[in-house]
């Protein structure tokens, strides 16, 4: 019989200052893991958000360097958890590269460096006549999918990479039992397509998916001119068979969900559509 494993994931609203960021995060991590959580998951952009490039430059670092990542693995290592930073930006150290990281940290209970994983896809859209994003401007995309061997076999993912489902099927193939899908949504698409899409997901790979996110209108301490940027919140747990688990809401908190191991076999026994591929002409 598997057993069961607590996951606590942990809904931000960052602001432009990862100084002030950083305490309040480690609050709600420090939260989850008395609640009972082996396994503690961070939303996209969980030391900054809504910064622009000329402060990006100035207050962004290195992995090497970053405050919020050494505070984090020494969380993990003081709390004994596996650990999900959602994403972190960082400078990449590359001096032919101008643009930023916007990596996935996956920690283990020895605050060791798991596994590392760079948002694929960038959200370069147009929302509506006012609302443009150009993520690709800022950051640099990642080149290779990652699977992870954490608390279960986990698919690393972030936000916009939702909308492209081959990614997690590969995922799921390679052995994925959950996909991790930390964001920062915005709220106009995320108020029409975050829920169908994880539990889309869900369903076509019998997979967990775990969606920690950011919510609510993100500060502007530095830059209190700057428009402020809003996130739609409702981080989500879903399980193999497209059931939500919890629902994180409108605020910043913690929700707790029970993993069950056996509920993905028992969903892709029921439809094992990840071994019906086929091959086929056209179009």
Same mark, same amino acid.
């Given at each position: 019989?598997?057993?069961?494993?607590?996951?606590?994931?942990?809904?931000?609203?960052?602001?432009?200052?990862?100084?002030?960021?950083?305490?309040?995060?480690?609050?709600?991590?420090?939260?989850?893991?008395?609640?009972?959580?082996? &396994?503690?998951?961070?939303?996209?952009?969980?030391?900054?958000?809504?910064?622009?490039?000329?402060?990006?430059?100035?207050?962004?670092? @290195?992995?090497?360097?970053?405050?919020?990542?050494? +505070?984090?693995?020494?969380?993990?290592?003081?709390?004994?958890? &596996?650990?999900? $930073?959602?994403?972190?930006?960082?400078?990449?150290?590359?001096?032919?590269?101008?643009?930023?990281?916007?990596?996935?940290?996956?920690?283990?209970?020895?605050?060791?460096?798991?596994?590392?994983?760079?948002?694929?896809?960038?959200?370069?859209?147009?929302?509506?006549?006012?609302? @443009?994003? #150009?993520?690709?401007?800022?950051?640099?995309?990642?080149?290779?999918?990652?699977?992870?061997?954490?608390?279960?076999? $986990?698919?690393?993912?972030?936000?916009?990479?939702?909308?492209?489902?081959?990614?997690? #099927?590969? /995922?799921?193939? +390679?052995?994925?039992?959950?996909? @991790?899908?930390?964001?920062?949504?915005?709220? @106009?698409?995320?108020?029409?397509? &975050?829920?169908?899409l994880l539990r889309a997901r869900a369903i076509e790979t019998g997979c967990f998916v775990l969606?920690?996110?950011?919510?609510?209108?993100?500060?502007?301490?530095?830059?209190?001119? #700057?428009?402020?940027?809003?996130?739609?919140?409702?981080?989500?747990?879903?399980?193999? &068979?497209?059931?939500?688990?919890?629902?994180?809401?409108?605020?910043?908190?913690? $929700?707790?969900?029970? /993993?069950?191991?056996?509920?993905?076999?028992?969903? #892709?026994?029921?439809?094992?559509?990840?071994?019906?591929?086929?091959?086929?002409?056209?179009?």
């Open positions: 019989m598997s057993e069961t494993i607590t996951a606590g994931l942990v809904q931000l609203s960052v602001s432009d200052d990862p100084g002030r960021n950083l305490p309040v995060t480690r609050a709600l991590i420090r939260e989850a893991a008395q609640a009972g959580a082996s &396994w503690v998951l961070t939303p996209e952009a969980t030391n900054v958000l809504g910064a622009s490039r000329e402060l990006q430059d100035r207050i962004l670092h @290195t992995e090497a360097e970053d405050p919020t990542l050494a +505070a984090l693995r020494q969380d993990a290592r003081d709390l004994g958890i &596996w650990l999900l $930073i959602g994403s972190l930006s960082l400078k990449t150290g590359d001096p032919a590269e101008t643009r930023f990281a916007n990596r996935s940290f996956l920690i283990a209970p020895d605050g060791g460096i798991k596994a590392r994983y760079d948002k694929l896809h960038m959200f370069d859209v147009t929302v509506s006549d006012s609302e @443009t994003y #150009r993520e690709s401007a800022a950051f640099r995309p990642g080149d290779r999918a990652v699977l992870a061997q954490g608390p279960m076999p $986990i698919g690393m993912t972030v936000c916009y990479d939702l909308r492209f489902p081959q990614l997690y #099927r590969r /995922l799921a193939i +390679a052995g994925a039992e959950v996909l @991790t899908v930390p964001a920062a949504f915005n709220d @106009t698409t995320g108020a029409a397509h &975050w829920e169908v969606a920690p996110a950011q919510c609510g209108t993100h500060a502007s301490h530095a830059e209190p001119e #700057r428009r402020p940027r809003r996130s739609y919140g409702h981080s989500l747990a879903v399980d193999p &068979w497209g059931r939500v688990l919890a629902d994180g809401g409108d605020e910043p908190g913690v $929700i707790l969900v029970t /993993l069950d191991p056996a509920a993905v076999l028992g969903a #892709r026994s029921r439809i094992p559509s990840l071994t019906h591929d086929r091959n086929f002409a056209g179009p």
